[in-house]
Every structure is written in C-alpha cells, then in structure tokens.
C-alpha cells in the first residue's frame, strides 16, 4: 500500500476542520492560475497513488446515477432498466439516484470493477480533482478529502504551495 495512503489514514480526521477552513479561505481569494497548480498537484499526486490501492470510494460513496449509466449498467449486465432499479438503485436523502449499497456491488475483491468499461459517470469523473473550475467544488473537495487520499494530499499540497 501506498505511503500517501497510510498518511491520509492517520491525518485525515485531523486535519477535516483544516482543510475546510482553507478552502473556505481560498474560496474568498483564488489564487490566479489555480487550475493549472491543481491539474498539475492531481497529476503529481495520482502519479503516486494506485486507486486499486485504497478503493474507498467504492467503499463508501454510493455514485449518482444519471439515465445513461442505467442504460449501460443494465446492458451490461443483461438486465431491464427495472429490474437494475429494483436490485441496485435508491433514491437518496436528496433525491438522487444512487447505487443502492456501500460498498459498491460491482467492486471485486482485489479492488478493480466488474463493470469498469460501463461504471456511472460519476465513477469516471471521481474525484474531480482534475476539472477546470477547481475553485467552484472547493466544498466537494473538502468533503472527499475525508474519502480519497488523492484529493488529501492535493489539498494539502496546495497548502504548502501557496503558503
């Protein structure tokens, strides 16, 4: 396992109330260039990390499901679009969609997924780290620091770089 993944292990409960503060903060003041320094930390930091490593999200974020992943997880799957919703669909308290258990049904033991070529978009975007408009999911980012070590440490490396 990776030693970014050991370190968000240890530090990431702790430092929930610091990244918050700092993203609030950057929120206020974005530095210029902020996309670039972010895709160029994303970049540096998943050139470290291995997500078959860690497979948290998986683990703990049940993913959003738009009309189009249900069309694909089915076929996929050789399923109707009912019986998918049925077996693998809830609505959330915001009334999302969402693969209805944690962890995800389609993670395999070795962490990969058994559905990777038809995953949920939200599975293919995650963690949106790498978008432009970096600054506009700062409260995303905050939030998934507590799930992926990836997003841990690029926060916390934007710190650090703009300190």
Known sequence: MSKLIDTWKQQ?????????????????????????????????????????DCANCCKSIPPLLNDNDIRKLSKTLGLSSSDFHEKYVRIDEDGDRVIASTPCPFLLDDNSCSVYEARP???????????????????????NSRYCPAVFHILQRLQHKLD
């Open 12 to 52: 990431q409960k702790t430092a929930q109330k610091l990244n918050n503060q700092f993203v609030k903060k950057l929120k206020i003041r974005p530095p210029k260039k902020l996309d670039e320094i972010t895709g160029e930390l994303h970049d540096e930091v998943f050139s470290e990390i291995n997500c078959l």
């Open 121 to 143: 978009k939200a599975c293919r975007q995650y963690p949106h780290t790498d978008r432009a408009q970096f600054v506009s999911s700062l409260k995303l980012h905050a939030e």
